[in-house]
DNA sequence: GTGTTTGGTTCAGCATGGTGTCAGCTAAGC
DNA sequence: GCTTAGCTGACACCATGCTGAACCAAACAC
């Protein structure tokens, strides 16, 4: 996850920075509302962290300026503890969350996750590939935004190559990913299934490479 | 919009009650886990104000229930000043939001206006699919203008259907969002009113993914 | 109380389409 | 050319899904 975090004050700022770094995230910290607009120009967030107790006092424009661009990106806004009514005006202003400072790191944490959580709802992996596009989550498959349906067996097989994208597949691992380990099964299901999706995907979607397995892209 | 509000102090929950209804939505209030459950099986809520500082002190187990059960209504948990831990185990285990009590009630309805916007975003009110009109909100439906009755177990299956227009829909999720959890069904219920759904609405507005599930559009 | 209606659940028998298999074919590599 | 690997149309079988009907439980009328 790429996060933007908005903040002037040096300690809390790196201690944060430094703590979403260790969960694993990008971060990019901007101590200036203007390099944060600058940056949100050039960059694609999935978060932001803002500072609302900024000293010029403007994080709220920038808030309210993203929104009324339809930016559904989700924002986290931090105030002081006493800060009541800037907490409410930036719920109201489109924040979808808030923390009060002092706060707890694991909070912090807990609220990123339940916002990457959500706002993995929403924008669904979708994968484009040529003329389709995949919904693996929602079982959803188009071409030319014409929708397919696939049998149970025919997604697992793309879904085991997809997983793998780029790489060659042996015709055993995909036997594997079908068949519960130990239920062996002698034929070729798996060239019959990889010819069924062809018939239905195009015939150039899934590659052969010759004694060695199966490939996308 | 409907909210269950699940509290057990009766102070703060009539105050709670009668602010949410000031604002023009709908409450059903519920003093004890069990009436709650049972309140949500019946029903279905657009948000849940949950407090995790009930006696018993299995509000997180009702939470966590309905997210394995794959209901995504938007839950916002309420604590005491002093239970950081609950906190964060209660977004962890996946509510969207909580309050710290004692909280103020302009504070209470920013986040209602927050998690409705964020919610409406979701579940358009009204949608229409070749000759039906559905408004979910509102529990009515017509085929061709002419109005039809479904009983509640219908409108579940098919609402759980429409949230997830045009991804498949496994049996067993449809099954998870029609008995909320434990009570398990061991028979074709979702088959039965699948068919009744088609009988009612039409035979090719529900299609069939054998061996995946049902799908909408 | 009885009778009726309404909706939920279960079951059985039937229909159907996905699956696995094979045979005959094509294409690749040498 | 030959050999081997992979492709694909055809087909039988049976798990999966459909649906009418029966059965219950709860609500309601009288």
Redesign the interface.
Known sequence: MRVLLIEDDHVLGSAINDYIIAEGHGVDWMKRLDEAQLALDTTNYELILLDLGLPDGRGLDLLKSLRAADN?VPVIITTAQDQ?AV??EG??S????YLVKPF?L??LN??L??VA??YS??AAPQITIADLSI?L????LRKNSKAI?L??RE?AVLTCLLRKRGAIVAKADIENSLYAFGAEVASNAVEVYVSRLRKKLGKDFITTIRSMGYQIE
Chains 1, 2 share one sequence.
């Open positions: 559904q009541v907490r409410i719920l109201n489109g924040a979808d969350d707890d694991g909070e807990a609220r996750s339940a959580r959500r709802q929403v919904d989550s929602r079982k959803s349906i049998t149970s997604w």
